[in-house]
């Protein structure tokens, strides 16, 4: 059982569409949706800082 740490969506096993990261204390997984969501925000930083 996977649960989505961002929406909280759950699966039996984890899908190929689903991203894991490693965080401190375990890991952390994100569904499709919100892999693409954290992904955007990341380059949104990413986009900050260069522009800082
Ligand atoms: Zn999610």
Request: proline fraction near 2%; aromatic fraction near 8%; charge should be negative.
């Amino acid at each position: 059982m996977v649960t989505c740490a961002r929406c909280g969506t759950t699966a039996d096993e984890l899908p190929l569409t689903w991203s894991s990261s490693a965080e401190r204390g375990g890991t952390v997984y994100h569904c499709q949706i919100c892999s693409r969501e954290n992904l955007r925000s990341i380059e949104g930083r990413l986009d900050e800082q260069w522009w800082a």
